[in-house]
């Protein structure tokens, strides 16, 4: 079955630490993985993508993900963490369902930066 | 401004009573889906639609209704609303139409709207 998953519920990270959010997924064919960002009481907003090409793509806010095909693995990462990037994030991935393509959510993980 | 509108943004209701949970685009996008946060389980789609006239069930469709007369529009409609749809409600869009690619562009979405049923 094609899914996505997020193992961690929550991720603590000291301020000024690299921060890492994980991300696997399995889907048939090449995978289009992406990454948002949800920040309290707001819609989600994209972060990055990767579709082709290098395999460390790099997003908003200082964020960036790093692509590996024989973890199937899409984990978000960050040098430096700053408070403000305190949210909840969401992996998904495009999958052919149905004759469409659509996209599989991860579960979310909340990521909360301490000072 | 770009923006992915939803009206309203919080609602409290009672069981079986119809409401409409409204969504606008202004970006003359092709692609909307309707989506239901619950904690635990991230995001389900309820029903997407490619461009207007255009509608299909998502992962979660049942108790739900949908139209798309018109591009900017996207209504999602409760006809008979029970406590199991309590949820966070988002509307989103994109720009690519077709099922091939339409995914590799960015989602739009809209604020949210917090639904409570009684």
């Known amino acids: 079955a094609q899914s996505v998953a997020q193992p961690e519920d929550q991720v603590n990270v000291a301020e000024g630490n690299p921060l890492t959010v994980k991300c696997t997924y399995s889907v048939s064919g090449n995978p289009y993985l992406f990454w948002y960002v949800q920040y309290p009481n707001r819609g989600l907003q994209f972060l990055l993508k990767?579709?082709?090409?290098d395999n460390l793509v790099k997003g908003s806010y200082g964020f960036e993900a790093e692509f590996n095909k024989s973890q199937t693995s899409f984990h978000l990462k960050k040098p430096s963490a700053l408070v403000s990037d305190s949210a909840l994030y969401f992996c998904a991935v495009r999958a052919l369902l149905d004759s469409n393509y659509q996209l599989i959510w991860g579960a979310g993980t909340k990521l909360i930066i301490k000072p | 401004e770009a923006q992915v509108t939803q009206n309203p943004r919080y609602l409290i209701t009672v069981t079986g009573k119809k409401l409409t949970v409204t969504c606008s685009q202004n970006?003359?996008?092709?692609?909307m889906s309707w989506y239901r946060q619950d904690p635990g389980l991230g995001l389900r789609q309820i029903y997407y639609s490619m461009n207007v006239e255009v509608t299909d069930k998502g992962d979660v469709p049942e108790g739900y209704k949908v139209s798309r007369k018109e591009k900017r529009n996207f209504p999602l409609i409760l006809e008979s609303p029970s406590p199991n749809q309590t949820s966070l409600y988002f509307c989103?869009?994109?720009?690519?139409?077709?099922?091939?690619?339409?995914?590799?562009?960015?989602?739009?979405f809209g604020p949210g709207t917090r639904l409570t049923v009684l």
């Open positions: 989103a869009s994109s720009s690519t139409a077709g099922g091939s690619f339409w995914s590799t562009d960015t989602q739009y």
């Open positions: 990767y579709i082709t090409g």
């Open positions: 970006m003359n996008h092709e692609y």
